[in-house]
Each structure stands twice: as structure tokens, then as C-alpha cells.
């Protein structure tokens, strides 16, 4: 399956890793058994490659009418033009925060109104970055119609959050994948699972 593939390639970049024992501490300031950081994919070009046929397979699938490719600042710029060059697309993306000075953008690129757009994220957490990107480009009164991302935590938060947002968003891999694929490659032990789940579900 895609989504164990790329799991794999996660854990075997060092892209995610797993520390059950010794958490690691978000900039949130939460404790997490868990740390991923997706941009260490673009380092990769067979990681890289594979991440991109699949975003495109997915976006023809779930969003066929899509008519731009729009990356989050500043983790999936560079996956978003990945994606857009593959499609024959163009390409936008938003910032976090509007820019300090000459026009103040808050989306960079050419933006057309009432255009259909599909959001390309690195990581679903919360879902609050994306979601204001998503919010971003429905100011601008563009068409978005929906999210796509390589990976997520599964919080019921984040779930809740786009279903509020009525946004869809699918992903190419999530926590559940993660941890079969690293108990299989011996990056945790079995009995570190009840701890992996109870976390995700706190």
C-alpha cells in the first residue's frame, strides 16, 4: 500500500522519529513520543519523486476540476511546486503571516478569483495552520476544494476542525501507518504501542 510505503521512507530518512522512552517537546511545549519533520523529504530524490506522483494521484482523484496548486508557507512551498510543475499547474502560496511591507501579501502569486484550488501541507497537527490557509485563499474569494498533505497525527481535533471548516483533506500516510510500518522495521518495540495509541487518543 502507498500510505505503508511511505511511512517507510519516512522512518528510514529520519523524517519521523519515534522516541517512546525520552519524548520529544513541541514548540507548543507538549511532550510527544513522536517528531516529524517532512521537509527532510526534499533532500531525498527517490523519497522525493515518489511523495509528488502520489500527491498528483491522489489530487486527479479527489479533486479533478483542481485549477491551482497552492503550498502552506514554508514547509510544503517546495512540495506545492513540485506538485503544480507535475500537473502543469499554477502555483501560489500563503504565508503565515501577511508580509511586513511593500503590498502586505498574504498570498504570493497570481491570484484569480473564483479559481478552483487544492491546498498541498507537509503535517496535520491541529489543523490551524492549514486551515488558515485555507482561510486565506477563501478571502480572496478562490474555490478551494480541499487539502492534501503527506501526513497526519489523526488528532480528533484536527477532524473536528476541518469538519467545521468544511474543508476536505486527505493524506498520503498517518500515525496508525507509521507505527505498523516502525514496529515491522524494529524502530520501536510492541510493547511500546499501548503507549503510542493512549497518546494519540489523549
Known sequence: MESNKIAKYLLEIKAVKLSPNQPFTWASGLKSPIYC???KTLSYPKVRKYITQEFVKQIKKEFPDVEVIAGVATGAIALGV???DAMNLPFIYVRSSSKGHGLQNKIEGFVEKGKKVVVIEDLISTGGSSLEAVKALKNAEMTVLGLSAIFTYGFKKAID???NADCKFFTLSNYETLIEEAIEGNYIKKS???MLQD???K
Open 37 to 39: 519533520d517532512n521537509r
Open 82 to 84: 513540485l506538485v503544480a
Open 161 to 163: 476542525n476541518f469538519k
Open 192 to 194: 511500546d504501542l499501548k
Open 199 to 201: 497518546w494519540k487518543n
